[in-house]
């Protein structure tokens, strides 16, 4: 570019000064009246123009032809018809959906540029067929003779841009809870009760989905703690916590359930996002597990899955680890997709639209539009440890051994010390943590609880994470000897998770004493995938007694394939 020229001569075709494509892109941006929402191009500019007297009206609408955009008197009546068809609102057409199979085609590989493509085809079809008629080879030819240039070096800022959130009111057939509408603060017993309510309203038939997503926050937010005013209030809300766990797993067992976490979750009320995987993140979203007060969705930590052993310790016991998506969605494989916040709102609404696709199909089409709306989240900082988490790491989700003479304190207290003889900045940075009694005692207790959870079912990791937070807050771990103790206490002791969710805390420990010392921890709530007879043995392990289950493990499995 000419250093004497006012002239944008960078991009090939652009005559307008840097002023003018300022002052249109002000235009373009400009927030209209009501009385103006709807108003033709014409009465836009006039309007524009009293604000901004200098601006060259018709220099303008030669940019807006530029642009795409023009006034409805200077369509053709074959563009005008494009101009209806592109600004027909399909998210709320009856019977729109069932065209969606069309689109998310079982077996068919989720790319971006084909089911885009599939789209179009399918709403050319369903308009065709029951609005006006409309021939797509020759709307597709127009759409690609007529394609804007990309001669605006501002355009990267408002193209395809909505900021806000997504049209989340019209879709018939997902039950969409705002997180907005039921939280205000942290999160309550009470509101998350009203949450429950919710979740087993989109039980209804008439929901192929549940998607969950928060609008209107100005602080980045998407899950708040769990209220912590008092001890009681703190165990009230992690009771009605466990049961929104317990609904939104059961729900996600019969249609797909989507979280859309545009914000920060805070480490208490993780368990609520770690119910399904189909989660939708951006950069706003992230968590820091370590600064929890007690451990918190143990169950879903210690089943990482394919993640590097002991990749849940050193999260859980890093003094100042912050999960990002690149964490959720890479190592810990916890997500389903990334956008960009510019595009969130835009991207919400088309797997909202997928979400409407009749079942079977619902999931798989869910699914395909996560994969094409996702971006690259960015490198993850926990596959670049990954050879350090193996050393050192790994050792302390080993199993202790049953005689006790190694604890996880005694584990803890080798990593301090192998790290410490590294002389790394990294190590040492990462142990600042040993400085302090109290906090060594509480990643003592999470590598316990992880230790235990591994061996445990759900509804059984459910009550170790309810009880274990309430003999903290009580400050029992002060008075147990180790960490294994406090655990193993609580797993042959404490109440069944069925107890944990259906009473108060008075009949709990009233029944806590009538129990005998070597009962095992029930289960007596649904759990969606559990083995049918490991439930059947939680219940009454005394008629299994004459079963010899170590000889059975040693069996070989039947190959029915012969």
């Given at each position: 570019?000419?250093?004497?020229?006012?002239?944008?001569?960078?991009?090939?075709?652009?005559?307008?000064?840097?002023?003018?494509?300022?002052q249109f892109h002000r235009y373009y941006k400009y927030d209209w009246p009501e009385s103006l929402a709807n108003s033709s191009l014409v009465s836009k500019i006039d309007h524009f123009s009293t604000q901004e007297p200098s601006?060259?009206?018709?220099?303008?609408?030669?940019?807006?032809?530029?642009?795409?955009?023009?006034?409805?008197?200077?369509?053709?009546?074959?563009?005008?018809?494009?101009?209806?068809?592109?600004?027909?609102?399909?998210?709320?057409?009856?019977?729109?959906?069932?065209?969606?199979?069309?689109?998310?085609?079982?077996?068919?590989?989720?790319?971006?540029?084909?089911?885009?493509?599939?789209?179009?085809?399918?709403?050319?079809?369903?308009?065709?067929?029951?609005?006006?008629?409309?021939?797509?080879?020759?709307?597709?030819?127009?759409?690609?003779?007529?394609?804007?240039?990309?001669?605006?070096?501002?355009?990267?800022?408002?193209?395809?841009?909505?900021?806000?959130?997504?049209?989340?009111?019209?879709?018939?057939?997902?039950?969409?809870?705002?997180?907005?509408?039921?939280?205000?603060?942290?999160?309550?017993?009470?509101?998350?009760?009203?949450?429950?309510?919710?979740?087993?309203?989109?039980?209804?038939?008439?929901?192929?989905?549940?998607?969950?997503?928060?609008?209107?926050?100005?602080?980045?937010?998407?899950?708040?703690?769990?209220?912590?005013?008092?001890?009681?209030?703190?165990?009230?809300?992690?009771?009605?916590?466990?049961?929104?766990?317990?609904?939104?797993?059961?729900?996600?067992?019969?249609?797909?359930?989507?979280?859309?976490?545009?914000?920060?979750?805070?480490?208490?009320?993780?368990?609520?996002?770690?119910?399904?995987?189909?989660?939708?993140?951006?950069?706003?979203?992230?968590?820091?597990?370590?600064?929890?007060?007690?451990?918190?969705?143990?169950?879903?930590?210690?089943?990482?899955?394919?993640?590097?052993?002991?990749?849940?310790?050193?999260?859980?016991?890093?003094?100042?680890m912050t999960i990002r998506g690149s964490e959720w969605q890479g190592a810990l494989e916890l997500g389903r997709g990334f956008v960009g916040h510019r595009k969130f709102a835009d991207a919400a609404e088309r797997i909202l639209?997928?979400?409407?696709?009749?079942?079977?199909?619902?999931?798989?089409?869910?699914?395909?539009?996560?994969?094409?709306?996702?971006?690259?989240?960015?490198?993850?900082?926990?596959?670049?440890?990954?050879?350090?988490?193996?050393?050192?790491?790994?050792?302390?989700?080993?199993?202790?051994?049953?005689?006790?003479?190694?604890?996880?304190?005694?584990?803890?207290?080798?990593?301090?010390?192998?790290?410490?003889?590294?002389?790394?900045?990294?190590?040492?940075?990462?142990?600042?943590?040993?400085?302090?009694?109290?906090?060594?005692?509480?990643?003592?207790?999470?590598?316990?609880?992880?230790?235990?959870?591994?061996?445990?079912?759900?509804?059984?990791?459910?009550?170790?994470?309810?009880?274990?937070?309430?003999?903290?807050?009580?400050?029992?771990?002060?008075?147990?000897?180790?960490?294994?103790?406090?655990?193993?206490?609580?797993?042959?002791?404490?109440?069944?998770?069925?107890?944990?969710?259906?009473?108060?805390?008075?009949?709990?420990?009233?029944?806590?004493?009538?129990?005998?010392?070597?009962?095992?921890?029930?289960?007596?709530?649904?759990?969606?995938?559990?083995?049918?007879?490991?439930?059947?043995?939680?219940?009454?392990?005394?008629?299994?007694?004459?079963?010899?289950?170590?000889?059975?493990s040693n069996h070989k499995p039947l190959n029915l394939d012969k």
């Amino acid at each position: 570019m000419d250093s004497n020229s006012s002239q944008i001569s960078q991009v090939q075709g652009c005559d307008f000064t840097t002023e003018e494509l300022q002052q249109f892109h002000r235009y373009y941006k400009y927030d209209w009246p009501e009385s103006l929402a709807n108003s033709s191009l014409v009465s836009k500019i006039d309007h524009f123009s009293t604000q901004e007297p200098s601006v060259d009206t018709e220099r303008l609408r030669r940019w807006l032809r530029t642009m795409g955009i023009q006034d409805e008197s200077e369509l053709t009546p074959e563009q005008q018809l494009y101009s209806r068809f592109e600004a027909f609102d399909f998210t709320t057409a009856p019977g729109f959906n069932e065209f969606l199979t069309k689109v998310y085609m079982p077996g068919t590989q989720a790319n971006k540029h084909d089911i885009e493509e599939r789209m179009e085809r399918a709403k050319a079809e369903y308009y065709n067929s029951r609005v006006e008629k409309i021939d797509y080879d020759r709307y597709s030819k127009h759409k690609e003779e007529t394609k804007p240039k990309p001669v605006c070096p501002y355009q990267h800022l408002w193209e395809k841009e909505k900021q806000g959130t997504a049209n989340n009111s019209q879709f018939e057939h997902v039950k969409i809870i705002d997180l907005a509408d039921h939280v205000d603060g942290k999160l309550t017993a009470e509101a998350l009760e009203n949450l429950n309510q919710a979740v087993e309203d989109a039980a209804d038939p008439q929901y192929y989905a549940l998607a969950i997503m928060r609008t209107q926050t100005d602080d980045a937010v998407f899950l708040p703690a769990l209220d912590n005013k008092t001890s009681e209030s703190s165990l009230a809300a992690l009771r009605a916590c466990l049961r929104l766990e317990i609904a939104l797993r059961r729900l996600n067992a019969d249609k797909p359930v989507i979280m859309f976490a545009n914000g920060a979750v805070d480490p208490t009320s993780l368990g609520i996002i770690h119910a399904t995987t189909e989660t939708v993140l951006s950069e706003n979203f992230c968590v820091e597990p370590s600064t929890a007060q007690f451990p918190t969705s143990i169950y879903s930590w210690a089943h990482l899955g394919n993640a590097t052993p002991g990749t849940a310790e050193y999260i859980l016991c890093h003094p100042a680890m912050t999960i990002r998506g690149s964490e959720w969605q890479g190592a810990l494989e916890l997500g389903r997709g990334f956008v960009g916040h510019r595009k969130f709102a835009d991207a919400a609404e088309r797997i909202l639209l997928a979400a409407s696709c009749p079942p079977p199909q619902t999931r798989n089409a869910l699914r395909q539009a996560c994969l094409v709306e996702s971006a690259y989240p960015g490198p993850c900082k926990i596959t670049v440890w990954k050879n350090e988490i193996t050393q050192y790491f790994a050792p302390l989700a080993q199993e202790t051994d049953k005689n006790g003479s190694v604890t996880s304190l005694d584990k803890l207290n080798k990593l301090v010390k192998d790290l410490g003889a590294l002389g790394k900045p990294w190590a040492e940075k990462y142990i600042a943590f040993a400085d302090s009694a109290d906090q060594m005692k509480k990643r003592a207790v999470w590598i316990a609880a992880l230790e235990a959870a591994r061996k445990l079912e759900y509804s059984q990791a459910l009550a170790l994470e309810y009880s274990l937070a309430k003999a903290i807050l009580a400050g029992e771990c002060e008075t147990a000897e180790t960490a294994q103790e406090l655990v193993g206490r609580i797993v042959s002791k404490g109440p069944s998770i069925a107890d944990i969710i259906s009473i108060n805390e008075a009949e709990m420990e009233s029944r806590n004493e009538n129990k005998a010392e070597t009962q095992p921890n029930a289960l007596q709530v649904e759990i969606p995938g559990e083995c049918p007879f490991a439930k059947m043995y939680r219940k009454n392990p005394q008629q299994f007694q004459h079963i010899d289950l170590k000889s059975i493990s040693n069996h070989k499995p039947l190959n029915l394939d012969k």
